[in-house]
């Protein structure tokens, strides 16, 4: 498994889809996934973007196979954003393509506005440019994950997350998934989360971005997504019928098929 130490005892894991030609120069789609998730959550996207892109998936800090860690691990939004900085630099070339989902697209975000040289394009699938609403929620969801368990939370709040047109089979598939999480990499990144806040930072991204929402997200309203989206001088909006703030596992293939026409037939 591909590992890469991005600072003193962190490692990060990811994981490389290509079946493009190998004869042609091809680019990079970086995809960052959300909270309590793995580079797994864009398996839906892989079949749409590998035949033209190297499609690289990133398992955060604490995530998926990279290393979990304490519950006192100091964590720091910038440190996220360098995490994702110096796997760019790793992977080669000058520039990617880059994706997120929920938080990772907070985090996406940042990358373009602070490392312009990196972005190529940019696609934020249902992440917010400010995680301060978060404030009233994750002291709730600290205290069941510790009393209960990790899959107790998932399964709770998945609702609100997921929507509600997901099959039985579908949330029990994102159940299992986030439920690897471990506990103790949850009880600090949840403690950092509602104070992220990049929407003063937008205005700087040059890369032209796609940032796609749903009507009905509890992360907030299309008009609030496209207050800070406007900022962003080459940019657009789309909003799909949905009440899933979580768009790219809730509308995975539409999703999907938005990414590749913006990164790979543009």
């Not at 900085?85 to 992977?91: F, M």
């Not at 249902?126 to 301060?132: C, E, Q, V, Y």
């Not at 969801?141 to 107790?152: H, L």
């Not at 207050?227 to 657009?236: C, G, L, N, V, Y």
């Amino acid at each position: 498994m591909p590992l890469l130490e991005t600072a003193p005892g962190i490692s990060v894991h990811y994981t490389v889809d290509d079946f493009t030609d190998s004869w042609l120069p091809v680019p990079t789609v970086l995809m960052l996934h959300g909270l309590a998730e793995s580079g797994e959550a864009f398996r839906a996207f892989v079949p749409y973007l590998s035949r033209q892109a190297r499609v690289v998936r990133m398992d955060l800090r604490g995530y998926g196979h990279s290393p979990a860690l304490p519950a006192d691990h100091p964590w720091r939004f910038e440190n996220l954003v360098n995490d994702v900085a110096a796997l760019i630099r790793h992977l080669g070339g000058a520039r990617v393509h880059l994706a997120g989902g929920k938080i990772g697209g907070t985090i996406a975000l940042a990358t373009a506005a602070r490392h312009p040289e990196l972005v190529d394009r940019l696609a934020v699938l249902g992440g917010p440019a400010s995680l301060t609403n978060m404030a009233a929620r994750t002291p709730g969801w600290r205290a069941q994950i510790a009393s209960e368990g990790v899959r107790a939370w998932v399964r709770g709040s998945n609702a609100g997350r997921m929507g509600t047109r997901m099959t039985p089979a579908q949330l029990q598939w994102w159940e299992d998934l986030m439920s690897r999480t471990a506990a103790s990499t949850l009880e600090g990144f949840l403690q950092m989360v509602p104070t992220v806040d990049v929407t003063a930072e937008v205005g700087r991204i040059q890369a032209p971005t796609l940032v796609v929402t749903t009507t009905g997200s509890g992360l907030g309203s299309a008009e609030e997504v496209r207050a800070w989206q406007e900022r962003i001088p080459d940019s657009r909006l789309v909003v799909l019928e949905n009440d899933s703030y979580h768009v790219a596992a809730s509308d995975p293939d539409e999703t999907a098929l938005l990414v590749r026409r913006f990164f790979l037939e543009a």
